[in-house]
């Protein structure tokens, strides 16, 4: 359905991105379930070797020169292998990266971005912190000044590619004295000496990807890894919600489509009282549904797409990313939970990937931004776009098209 916003050089990125989904070995996924594989260093090689990542970037820093509709489509498409191959395939290509083409100098998209849209080296986003998951501004890892250096220590926790980074994006407190949003700078912190990682075991789903516990241990970073510029971590911040949680809401999409195409797939075969299984609503509609949903996930993705590649204004679209990660994760988690629904106690078993997909996409809710901040994002921004319309001498005032709108009594707001 997306056809008509694709350029032909964006459709022709879409079948070399679905040769390479083609390509991934079906035992590096099962391996990276079982947590045998910590992190698929080859697979983003790979990716790098054909120049799938950062498809929106200028082609002098190793990107394709496309679009936010483009990068949607290969989120999605990628998301197909599995959301954790869409997560580590997102942090350094369109997150990191993001920030260093966006903040950062010539030296540091040379020493940081080029290698790794090349696949020769990794990234990671050290964002959250041990106390405070949603709460960025709370950060207590810190970084003081010595001499052109600075000192860093701290620590983070679920680093998605965490474990296999050659570097990190680091947020720390360089003001203890200014607001919490005054005194934050963001680093490009080189795997060196004090720094630690551990990867963690035990997670419900999205497995092999790295997620670690990273430590820093009075990390010496030279003054020329600030990015941006000093105290002004929050700007990076800012910027990077866009990919972070655009791009999530893209590769849902991808991560929930084999869920529907399974199930979708069963019931045409799977017999029961004499008929194929589809002919009975209470199965069909549950497909109906999810096919309903994904085509509304798609239309709200593609839409913020173009309203980011338009450069509407940031609270507008503060808003729209924000509608399209929470509808849209929760949306995909739905359609996953057909998927097993209609498949009976089969879709609980390890016999079809669907209960893979429902462990996977219970992440989708929760990272880059929980569905309770998007909430509180969106109602924020709805209300200072309705103020500001309001106001605006060309928009009619409907409150007054009803037969009492005079009855100022009755108005009493108390």
């Not at 929930?256 to 008929?275: K, N």
């Not at 338009?310 to 739905?334: D, M, W």
């Amino acid at each position: 359905m997306i056809d008509p916003l694709l350029s032909d050089a964006g459709k022709a990125l879409r079948e070399e991105v679905r040769d390479f989904v083609k390509s991934v070995p079906r035992d590096l996924i099962l391996a990276m379930d079982r947590d045998e594989v910590q992190f698929p260093k080859e697979f983003l090689a790979e990716a790098g070797r054909r120049n799938l990542m950062g498809a929106r970037y200028p082609r002098e820093w190793g990107g394709r020169g496309l679009t936010w509709v483009d990068t949607c489509m290969v989120m999605e498409e990628v998301g197909t292998l599995g959301y954790i191959f869409a997560c580590i395939f997102g942090v350094g290509a369109e997150l990191v990266c993001d920030a260093v083409l966006i903040h950062g100098t010539d030296e540091q998209k040379e020493r940081y971005v080029r290698p790794l849209l090349q696949g020769r080296i990794f990234a990671a986003e050290c964002l959250t912190e041990p106390r405070g998951g949603s709460d960025f501004f709370g950060a207590t890892t810190r970084a003081v000044r010595d001499g052109d250096d600075w000192v860093i220590s701290g620590a983070k926790r679920f680093i998605v590619g965490g474990a296999a980074a050659d570097y990190f994006l680091v947020y720390a407190r360089t003001d203890p004295e200014a607001p919490p949003h005054k005194g934050i700078t963001a680093f490009l912190v080189d795997r060196g000496p004090g720094v630690e990682t551990d990867y963690l075991y035990g997670l419900m789903g999205c497995r092999g990807g790295g997620a670690a516990r990273v430590r820093f241990h009075e990390v010496r970073v030279p003054g020329r890894n600030v990015l941006g510029r000093v105290n002004g971590g929050v700007e990076v911040f800012y910027t990077m919600m866009i990919p972070e949680r655009l791009g999530t809401a893209a590769m849902t999409i991808g991560a929930a489509r084999p869920a529907l195409e399974i199930a979708t797939r069963y019931t045409r075969r799977r017999r029961a009282f004499g008929r194929p299984i589809k002919e009975f609503q209470g199965v069909s509609f549950q497909v109906a549904e999810s096919a309903m949903l994904l085509d509304a996930c798609r239309a709200m993705a593609y839409m913020t797409a173009r309203a980011v590649d338009a450069g509407e204004p940031p609270g507008r679209v503060r808003r729209l990313v924000s509608e399209s990660k929470k509808f849209i994760t929760e949306s995909c988690q739905q359609v996953a939970r057909h998927a097993m629904q209609v498949m009976g106690g089969i879709g609980y078993t390890r016999v079809y990937p669907v209960e893979r997909i429902v462990r996977d996409l219970a992440l989708a809710s929760i990272w880059t931004g929980t569905s309770e901040i998007m909430s509180q994002i969106i109602a924020t921004e709805w209300y200072k776009e309705r103020e500001a319309l309001e106001e605006a001498p060309e928009t009619r005032d409907v409150e007054g098209d009803a037969e009492g709108a005079d009855d100022l009594e009755e108005k009493d707001f108390g």
